[in-house]
């Protein structure tokens, strides 16, 4: 029989002193966010399946829970990732002419764990830009990013570029297939040169030396002259390494101390993005902490194709341990009692934002757990501060 207390595999509870040093980054995130002029939006955390796996959606089909809804008798979807909700919002209920920038902060659920260590219920945070088509919505998401990880305290950041369009222009011209354009993908994210050169048998021999070329098109800013020569010359592709050459250039400009990389086979989420995309890694973990880029075919499927632009944090649970709390915050200690000036005192205390920390009778010990530095109390009829 199973312990009533044991929880599914790869879901955790988050226990006092991390879920304080998590909710401090998500509210130093936001007021980020805020600064950029994005406004808060709260999705809900269940949708009807379709319309959290239409579109651009359909890749997180697997990692989404489903259930049927005993109300209506339609199939319910979890929430795997916020960002086609939040299109949803822009497309549908604000619908907007101009501009709008949005941004979030919530759990989503994943029906396998992304690595051995990782949680199944990711804490997302991220934000979008939508209505702008032009490379400066690019660079304020790509910026909002790496000051949002500035934020959470992460060092040793290195920015990795791609786009969506160049791969798309390698294979542009062929007729193949969706699952083996699926094969492709799938062994040039995995640099696989023997399943590229095997699955590209048949096409033309500019296509198969561009996929080729691909699998070693990483590194610095050398890897965009070589695209240049090794690639085939299409409008996709050039467009894509002049935005590239712009985005790092301006990034580089603002950001002096962030390494700048390129990848141009990283195929993450290659049904989704349909433009430039970025990946941030920091020192201290094996993956991306953050990941995002242009998606305009986002909100189509909710009736509103508009330019979309936007990242999110992998896990806001998982950046916690890469960088250190701030430690407990400085408390009052005071006795408990009925006397009416003491709870008043209190009362007068936490409302000018003090934290003060009763000592229920019989638990005198308790005041040890948190930081009191501080106790009330009486001297001469009247409730006092002194220093512990």
């Not at 929880?7 to 509870?13: Q, R």
């Not at 339609?74 to 002419?97: E, F, K, M, W, Y």
């Not at 945070?125 to 702008?132: K, Q, S, T, V």
Request: with cysteine.
């Amino acid at each position: 029989m199973t312990s009533a207390w044991l929880l599914p595999e790869h879901i955790a509870d988050v226990l006092p002193s991390q879920a304080r040093h998590i909710e401090e980054l998500r509210r130093g995130l936001l007021d980020v966010a805020r600064g950029y002029g994005c406004e808060l939006v709260m999705p809900p955390l269940l949708e009807h399946i379709e319309s959290l796996l239409s579109g651009t959606g359909h890749e997180l089909d697997l990692r989404t829970f489903k259930l049927v809804d005993q109300l209506s008798g339609r199939t319910l979807g979890v929430r795997a990732d916020s960002t086609p909700q939040v299109a949803r919002i822009d497309a549908h209920l604000l619908n907007r002419v101009g501009v709008t920038r949005l941004c979030y902060c919530g759990p989503v659920l994943h029906t396998r764990p992304s690595g051995v260590r990782a949680t199944r219920e990711p804490l997302q945070f991220g934000a979008e830009i939508f209505g702008h088509a032009g490379l400066e919505a690019d660079l304020e998401v790509q910026d909002l990013a790496l000051d949002c990880l500035y934020k959470v305290g992460l060092l040793d950041i290195t920015l990795d570029l791609g786009d969506a369009r160049i791969v798309r222009g390698v294979l542009a011209g062929a007729a193949l297939s969706n699952e083996l354009v699926a094969e492709i993908y799938t062994a040039l994210a995995a640099k696989d040169a023997s399943a590229v050169q095997n699955l590209s048998r048949g096409l033309a021999a500019d296509t198969q030396r561009g996929l080729l070329a691909l699998l070693s098109l990483y590194g610095g800013r050398e890897v965009l002259a070589a695209a240049q020569r090794e690639l085939p010359a299409h409008p996709l592709i050039s467009a894509a390494l002049n935005d590239l050459k712009w985005l790092a250039d301006h990034a580089q400009q603002a950001h002096p101390e962030v390494r700048i990389s390129f990848d141009l086979a990283d195929l993450s989420g290659y049904a989704y993005y349909s433009g430039a995309r970025f990946a941030v890694f920091a020192a201290g973990s094996s993956d991306a902490v953050a990941r995002g880029g242009r998606y305009d075919e986002v909100g189509a499927v909710f009736g509103r194709k508009r330019p979309a632009v936007g990242f999110s944090l992998v896990d806001l649970k998982e950046l916690a341990l890469l960088v250190p709390g701030t430690g407990q915050r400085a408390a009052i200690r005071a006795p408990w009692a009925e006397d009416a000036t003491l709870r008043a005192a209190v009362r007068q205390l936490r409302s000018q934002g003090e934290t003060v920390v009763c000592i229920l009778p019989g638990h005198e010990d308790e005041g040890q757990e948190f930081a009191c530095d501080r106790e009330l109390a009486v001297s001469n009829g009247q409730w006092t501060i002194c220093a512990l």
